[in-house]
């Protein structure tokens, strides 16, 4: 009678795989952000005709995660980027002594999430004095601290590599002070966006800022409201990013969009449980 064996194995050919590389951070898209919060995001993304709010939603989602904004059809906010942006830089050159309006470089800004190459191909681009113009009027702002701080965010994140914003040390003690939290202010929930744009303007001082558990407490148990009564998705977006920035290892701007990075960390391995040939005997 026939007896069906399997082939023989050369345990030479075995070989064990690295230890999976998991993302660690006080604050992570892809494990603080369900994929119930994702589902009903983007319901709301693709049902509302509000062009304003959903360009604003869509940058952060863009930025959290780029997949999630797959299959939603933003080329109307697209189009009105680009048209506004033409007629802002065309009709009005930046000067050093110039003051552009706020919006310029807000847009600027979602324009290089929504569509890199519709920013790669703005006039500004091509033109090499304007942005050194903008650099210098965002410094104009100094004396709005706050104000400064939103300016600059958005400029750094958009600017060529080559452009040099001049951040004085100074300035960014300014912006440091304005972080602590302070009760009166509504406490963490007043200074988060201008811990934001500490981080990615003087990535240096953040330190200095002491963001402790409590803090990244606060936000995540804020979520989880918004989540459970299922209101302020807006917030929930905007607040998520601010973390996300805050907990990025790196922050990176470039042709392809703007990309948050996460300290990857080894899963730990047990070396009395781990994973060794075992010797058989035949």
């Known amino acids: ?15 064990l795989e690295d230890p999976k590389k998991e993302l660690s951070g006080p604050f992570l898209p892809s494990r603080d952000i369900l994929e119930s919060d994702w589902a ?5 993304l693709a049902g509302s005709t509000y062009t304003e709010w959903r360009r604003v939603m869509a940058t952060g989602v863009g930025i959290l995660d780029p997949k999630k904004l797959e299959g939603i059809d933003l080329s109307r906010e697209i189009e009105d980027l680009k048209a506004y942006l033409k007629i802002e830089l065309g009709s009005n050159p930046l000067s050093p002594d110039s ?18 190459q519709a920013f790669k191909d703005l006039r500004i681009n091509h033109n090499p004095n304007q942005w050194p113009s903008l650099a210098k009027s965002v410094k104009n702002w ?32 300014e912006l440091l002070l304005f972080c602590r939290p302070n009760k009166a202010l509504g406490g963490w929930d007043g200074v988060l966006n201008t811990a934001a744009n500490l981080k990615i303007v003087f990535p240096d001082q953040i330190e200095q800022l002491n963001l402790n558990e409590e803090f990244w407490n606060h936000f995540k148990d804020e979520m989880s409201i918004w989540r459970e009564e299922s209101l ?29 990075d996460f300290n990857p960390q080894d899963s730990q391995i047990d070396p009395e449980t781990s994973l060794q040939p075992e010797r058989r005997k035949f």
Do not use: C
């Open 232 to 260: 302020y998705w807006s917030t929930f977006v905007e607040t998520a990013l601010n973390l996300a920035f805050l907990s990025a290892s790196n922050i990176r701007s470039d042709e392809s969009g703007i990309h948050l």
């Open 99 to 116: 003051n552009p309006n706020i919006a310029v470089l807000e847009r600027l800004f979602q324009l290089k999430v929504l569509d890199p």
């Open 142 to 173: 100094t004396s709005n601290i706050s104000g400064f701080g939103q300016y600059a965010k958005y400029f750094v994140l958009t600017a060529p590599p080559d452009v040099y914003l001049n951040r004085e040390e100074e300035t960014g003690r």
């Open 40 to 44: 009903a995001i983007r319901q709301l």
């Open 1 to 15: 009678m026939a007896i069906d064996t399997e082939p023989s194995i050369n345990i030479r050919n075995l070989v």
